[in-house]
């Protein structure tokens, strides 16, 4: 067996796509480290966008049924985003920025994308994890909170969004649990099965980046 062939065999495509993520998120630490913030946080959108891209691919979507579950994750969260930025009485009083890319009425569609990516991962995650499906479904939710708690302190500095009162308040992350629990919910009653490993790699990418710009580096 070649040099190539064995290369080849260690280096699979899902060991590139993982690495991907991690070089997005490692690189946008050190560049926004070190002064290129508005470089690197104007590329969110392509970001988001391969990571779920990503996500979708190894989620192997290959039925009606999957595919409509996604697209209902992704309308959900664009229709609380929504009711969130015109109502204020989900999340709190808020408004998107400039940094999420193309917006439908003051709401980013890639709120939407990130959304179903978390949830997609939180699932999966849970999933290989408990057994009992209401447990599955709670923790589901836990670990969506648990990000968003770190996502809230560098998104206005990032120009992601903004609260009327400077930081998110409480009833944001109450909103944020009870969306979720109902999005694992359906999840779970369509049987969807993730890749664990995959959805852990994009998760805790995720959470490495706001947790170091939340306690390491502030903005």
């Not at 969306?179 to 890749?195: C, E, I, P, R, T």
């Amino acid at each position: 067996m070649s040099e190539y062939t064995m290369a080849q065999k260690r280096i699979n495509p899902k060991s590139l796509a993982i690495f991907v993520i991690w070089l997005f998120q490692v690189s946008a630490i050190i560049g926004i480290s070190l002064g290129f913030q508005e470089w690197f946080i104007t590329k969110t959108p392509f970001t988001l966008l391969l990571t779920g891209a990503l996500l979708f691919f190894y989620y192997t979507i290959e039925n009606f049924q999957k595919v409509f579950t996604v697209v209902i994750i992704f309308a959900t969260s664009i229709l609380v985003e929504w009711i969130g930025v015109h109502f204020g009485f989900l999340f709190g009083v808020y408004e998107y920025g400039n940094n999420l890319g193309f917006k439908i009425d003051g709401v980013p569609l890639l709120i939407g994308v990130t959304w179903t990516t978390l949830i997609l991962c939180t699932a999966a995650i849970a999933d290989h994890l408990i057994k009992p499906i209401y447990l599955k479904v709670l923790i589901g939710a836990l670990l969506m909170v648990f990000i968003d708690f770190f996502i809230e302190t560098s998104a206005p500095p990032f120009d992601f969004w903004i609260w009327e009162e400077g930081v998110a308040p409480i009833r944001n992350y109450i909103a944020w649990f009870g969306v979720s629990l109902v999005l694992h919910a359906f999840y779970h009653q369509q049987k969807m099965k993730g890749d664990f490993t995959f959805s852990c790699h994009i998760y805790a990418a995720q959470l490495l980046f706001f947790i170091y710009f939340y306690g390491f580096h502030r903005i």
